[in-house]
């Protein structure tokens, strides 16, 4: 019995490194795409990312993350009309992968606990 909570441990803090070192690898894109610019139009990159069609893998994630600030607006100021323009000046690479990675978790957690 200790040697399965010992593997469980083990397993869990591995798992947890991994979390942590992706989260730390998209900050830090994401941090480095909002401060450089292109050197000739002098746009940053995370505008030009911003702009980029939004893939179809996380396409899903998106529009869910775009509804719950939409929602958060809505409930801080009466008068947001939730702009497509203003979805792109405030998007977030790691809000994208934090959404995605909390909703699959969840999905797996759910999955984990039916069987």
Known sequence: ?????EFRAQAAAKWAR???DSAL????????????????????????VAEAPIPEKFRKDYETLMMKKKSSKRNNDKN?????DQNRKEFSIFALFWERLCQRMGDRLKHILEY
């Open 80 to 84: 947001s009309d939730g702009d497509d």
């Open 25 to 48: 690898q998209v900050w830090n894109l994401q941090q480095v795409l909002s401060r450089k610019s292109d050197p000739l139009s002098r746009q940053v990159f995370m505008d030009v």
């Open 1 to 5: 019995k200790n040697k399965l909570k």
């Open 18 to 20: 991994g979390i942590a």
